[in-house]
């Protein structure tokens, strides 16, 4: 019932800055957290960022804060991902993610340490940042 599109990845220098946005389509019937996980290749895919419906929580990966903001326009159905500082490190293919919650406010705090539970998965949007 929802399609997750992501948009924004691309080449970037080190030290640069993306933003990633992720639009949602069809129907939504309930509050839904999201977020973004990525993948690097040859690794798993791992937390990046979440925020709750309501856009008053938010909680980060350690290796991203400070220098990644997740924000979400819910009159526009769509979450974004505001990358600053970028390392080669953070290479990968983004994927955007969203969860039901009973609530405006509930962040699935769980994305951190497992992917399992995520209702609704983008196709990624692949970020190459060069050294």
């Known amino acids: 019932q929802v399609q997750l599109v992501e948009s924004g990845g691309g080449l970037v220098q080190a030290g640069g800055s993306l933003r990633l946005s992720c639009a949602a389509s069809?129907?939504?019937?309930?509050?839904?957290?999201m977020g973004w996980f990525r993948q690097a290749p040859g690794l798993a895919r791992e937390f990046v960022a979440a925020?709750?419906?309501?856009?008053?929580?938010?909680y980060y990966a350690d290796f991203v804060k400070g220098r990644f903001t997740i924000s979400r326009d819910n009159a526009k159905n769509t979450v974004y991902l505001q990358m600053n500082s970028l390392k080669p490190e953070d290479t990968a293919v983004y994927f955007c993610?969203?969860?039901?919650?009973?609530?405006?406010?509930?962040?699935?705090?769980?994305?951190?340490?497992?992917?399992?539970?995520?209702?609704?998965w983008g196709k990624g949007t692949l970020v190459t940042v060069s050294s």
């Open positions: 993610a969203a969860d039901s919650t009973p609530n405006s406010n509930i962040i699935p705090y769980h994305w951190a340490t497992s992917e399992n539970g995520v209702d609704y």
């Open positions: 069809g129907y939504i019937f309930s509050s839904y957290a």
């Open positions: 925020i709750s419906w309501s856009g008053k929580n938010t």
